[in-house]
C-alpha cells in the first residue's frame, strides 16, 4: 500500500518560487560534480520508505494549502554539516500541480494516506490557471473559485 509525505515548505512563497529554488539547487549540485539529483534533506528516515517507494509522493505545503506534489524516487543516507547522520529524499524534479487543500503548519514531515491525497490539477483545464497566484488564492478564500 502506498504512502505519501507532506511536509512545509519553508520559506517559498510560491509554486513558481519552489521550482526556482529546486532548479538552483539541482545546478549546484551538478556543479559541484554531484549525481544531478534533486535531494531534500531531513532528519528521519521514513519507517514506511517500502511504502512511501511504492508510488508515494511529497505533497508541498505553501503558504497554508497544499499545492504541488512530487514523486519520491528513493532514499539516501548522508552526514549533515554537523555530522549527523540525515536522509536525503530523491525527488522528481517534475512539479504537479494539485488541488488545493488547507493543512495547519508543522514541523518535520508527516506520512498521507493516499485516500486523503489531494487529486491532481491539469493546469489547462483549472479554472484558475490564468490568474496570477495571489489572486486565485484571494477569490478561493471568498468562495468565488
Same mark, same amino acid.
Given at each position: 500500500?502506498?504512502?505519501?509525505?507532506?511536509?512545509? %515548505?519553508?520559506?517559498?512563497?510560491?509554486?513558481?518560487?519552489?521550482? #526556482?529554488?529546486?532548479? #538552483? +539547487?539541482? *545546478? *549546484? &549540485?551538478?556543479?559541484?560534480?554531484?549525481?544531478?539529483?534533486? *535531494?531534500?534533506?531531513?532528519?528521519? @528516515? !521514513?519507517? *514506511? &520508505?517500502?511504502?512511501?517507494?511504492?508510488?508515494?509522493?511529497?505533497?508541498?505545503?505553501?503558504?497554508?494549502?497544499? +499545492?504541488?506534489?512530487?514523486?519520491?524516487?528513493?532514499?539516501?543516507?548522508?552526514?549533515?554539516?554537523?555530522?549527523? +547522520?540525515?536522509?536525503?529524499?530523491?525527488?522528481? !524534479? &517534475?512539479?504537479?500541480? @494539485?488541488?488545493?487543500?488547507?493543512?495547519? !503548519?508543522?514541523?518535520?514531515? +508527516?506520512?498521507?494516506?493516499?485516500?486523503?491525497? !489531494?487529486?491532481?490539477?491539469?493546469?489547462?483545464?483549472?479554472?484558475? %490557471? @490564468?490568474?496570477?497566484?495571489?489572486?486565485?488564492?484571494?477569490?478561493?478564500?471568498?468562495g468565488l473559485l
Amino acid at each position: 500500500m502506498t504512502a505519501h509525505l507532506v511536509k512545509m %515548505a519553508v520559506g517559498i512563497d510560491s509554486l513558481d518560487h519552489l521550482r #526556482e529554488v529546486q532548479a #538552483e +539547487r539541482l *545546478r *549546484r &549540485a551538478r556543479e559541484a560534480g554531484g549525481q544531478g539529483e534533486l *535531494r531534500h534533506f531531513t532528519r528521519n @528516515t !521514513p519507517r *514506511r &520508505a517500502e511504502q512511501v517507494l511504492d508510488g508515494g509522493s511529497m505533497f508541498w505545503i505553501i503558504k497554508g494549502y497544499i +499545492r504541488v506534489r512530487q514523486r519520491i524516487l528513493g532514499f539516501d543516507e548522508v552526514a549533515g554539516r554537523d555530522g549527523r +547522520r540525515r536522509c536525503a529524499l530523491i525527488l522528481d !524534479p &517534475a512539479l504537479v500541480r @494539485t488541488e488545493l487543500v488547507p493543512h495547519r !503548519p508543522m514541523q518535520g514531515w +508527516r506520512y498521507m494516506e493516499p485516500a486523503a491525497a !489531494p487529486g491532481d490539477v491539469n493546469s489547462e483545464a483549472a479554472a484558475d %490557471a @490564468t490568474l496570477p497566484e495571489r489572486i486565485a488564492a484571494e477569490l478561493r478564500s471568498l468562495g468565488l473559485l
